[in-house]
């Protein structure tokens, strides 16, 4: 999903079609995370011509919607991505690089099984002062007094890190969440962060060149939807959600992650003078757990 030249997009969206193996390069970038039908991101754009604004969200429908909106209303400084946050924030943006980052109405996850999905907490956190500017910012929106309480608690550790506020007055655009929760009777409840010092204890994490593996034989069969595959040491883990069979090249459909994230990935087969080629196809992000996968299903398949 992205801005391909054949569909005249114009290139105010990232490429997600392409693999991403290095860090992003942009200047005191704003940054939404998890920006539903991105409303807001246009919004913001609008009012921050000069800066580039970085939106990601790993809603499909949203991100379709957010990139038409973009080329619509021709902005040029607006970058989509369509990834999970935590791998975007840890792997993808520069320590020292954002100005500010913006959650509008995260997800609350009220089930007590459910609450460990929530994005705002410590160990993420963390990673998003990492990669925040001295002085840089974090506004946090939310109509769920449970997970603003939850945040608050998730901020103790980082007291040294953050100055906290309880509220901010810089009037930011409307979203579609803010507006629902309006008519059903919440009310918005802000947290603003200003970052102090960076954390100590966290080590910038490189990008990797995606892993090629060449095989001299191919197995297809021993490949097929709902495989599962772990390295319980690591943490990594792949599931084949589908397998297409091609004239030149064959996918297998994957979810690969390791803890706090996954990606989607489409891994390809394809025939070389040599015998046979496994690598990754469609977008995605060079980290440890896709090389891992690709190499193990190279081994399966040959
Ligand atoms: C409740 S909606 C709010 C949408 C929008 N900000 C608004 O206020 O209307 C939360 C959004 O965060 C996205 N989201 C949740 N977890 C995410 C993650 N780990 N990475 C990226 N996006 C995420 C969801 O897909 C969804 O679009």
Redo the contacts with the bound molecule.
């Keep these: 999903m992205g801005c391909r030249k054949e569909e005249k997009f114009t290139p105010c969206c990232w490429d997600t079609t392409k693999p991403i193996e290095e860090k992003l390069n942009f200047k005191d970038p704003l940054v ?6 991105g ?2 991101t246009v919004e913001l754009a609008r009012r921050f011509p000069e800066k580039p604004i970085l939106a ?4 499909h429908p ?1 991100v379709r919607a957010l990139v038409h909106k973009c080329l619509n209303q021709k902005l040029n400084n607006l970058y989509v991505f369509n ?4 791998l ?1 924030v840890e792997y993808l943006l520069k320590p020292n690089q954002v100005e500010a980052f913006y ?6 996850f009220f089930k007590k099984r459910d609450i460990k ?1 929530r ?1 705002l907490k410590t160990s993420f956190l963390r990673w998003v002062a990492f990669k925040l500017k001295d002085g840089g910012k974090v506004y946090i ?1 939310t109509d769920i007094e449970d997970y603003y309480n939850y945040i608050l608690e998730q901020l103790e550790p980082l007291k040294g890190i953050f100055q906290i506020e309880r509220s901010f007055d810089w009037k930011l655009p409307t ?4 507006q ?1 929760a309006l008519r059903e009777g919440r009310k918005p409840l802000k947290l603003l962060l200003i970052k102090l010092k960076t954390p100590e204890g966290l080590e910038d994490r490189e990008v990797e060149p995606l892993r090629s593996v060449k095989i001299e034989n191919y197995n297809p069969q021993r490949v097929y939807k709902n495989l599962e595959l772990k390295d319980p040491k690591r943490g990594y883990f792949l599931k084949v959600e589908e397998t297409y069979k091609g004239e030149k090249v064959d996918l297998i459909e994957t979810f690969v992650g390791e803890e706090g ?1 996954y990606q989607q990935v489409f891994i390809a087969v394809y025939k070389s003078p040599s015998g046979f080629v496994v690598r990754p196809k469609s977008f995605a992000v060079g980290v440890r757990s896709l090389s891992w996968a690709v190499e193990e299903l190279a081994k399966l398949l040959s």
């Design positions: 939404e995370i998890g920006f539903g039908n409303d807001f990601v969200d790993k809603w949203g990834l999970d946050a935590n975007f959650f509008n109405y995260p997800d609350p999905r994005l929106r979203t579609k969440y803010e629902k994230f």
